[in-house]
């Protein structure tokens, strides 16, 4: 695991389109080669009101799926085009995707940006779960996938299992929304 990082947006400002995992895998401070696996990102604050979610553009959920999920407009959105999928910033909800493909290249469907904030703050808390580059590693995508082995490992390092509000799937791609309790 990567060291945690807090990141602070104020009024007008946001993290352009981006991928969370490396095209080449880079060197740790072990000096192994490494890439980020997996992201779990928390809202420890969100005054921002309507702005400064998340966004993934490339992420195609289907609009009854969305609907359901919804629960009155506080959790997702979409972009004023209607596409991708948006996840607004609720304190103590957090967002966990997996970066890379089984075979282990980045996954290009998980592109995406801090909108900016309108109003307001946004804090949120980066956790980068990495992946050694070595084969007998070959397993660890498909357990953090896992719904059990997510709550074990937040568990262990927070001392408060998660509670899975929503699960999107969008063919292969596994997106969490959480809450701590």
Not at 94 to 105: A, K, S, T
Not at 123 to 152: M, R, Y
Request: hydrophobic share 35%.
């Amino acid at each position: 695991m990567e060291p945690f990082q807090v990141v602070r947006y104020l009024p007008s400002q946001h993290y352009d389109l981006h991928y969370d995992w490396f095209e080449f895998p880079i060197l740790n401070s072990d000096n192994k080669l490494y890439n980020r696996l997996a992201i779990f990102f928390l809202y420890l604050e969100a005054n921002c009101s309507e702005s400064g979610g998340t966004h993934f553009p490339r992420i195609c959920v289907a609009e009854d799926v969305l609907d359901e999920e919804n629960r009155g407009g506080k959790s997702f959105g979409r972009d004023v085009n209607g596409r991708g999928v948006i996840f607004r910033p609720v304190v103590g909800n957090g967002i966990f995707w997996v970066n890379l493909e089984r075979n282990g290249p980045g996954d290009e469907r998980v592109l995406h940006v801090g909108l900016p904030v309108k109003k307001g703050s946004k804090i949120g808390l980066n956790f980068w779960v990495t992946k050694l580059e070595s084969p007998s590693d070959a397993s660890t995508h498909q357990c953090i996938q896992s719904q059990s082995f997510l709550g074990v490992y937040y568990h262990c390092h927070l001392q408060n299992p998660p509670r899975i509000l929503h699960f999107l799937r969008s063919p292969t791609v596994y997106i969490f929304l959480i809450r701590l309790a």
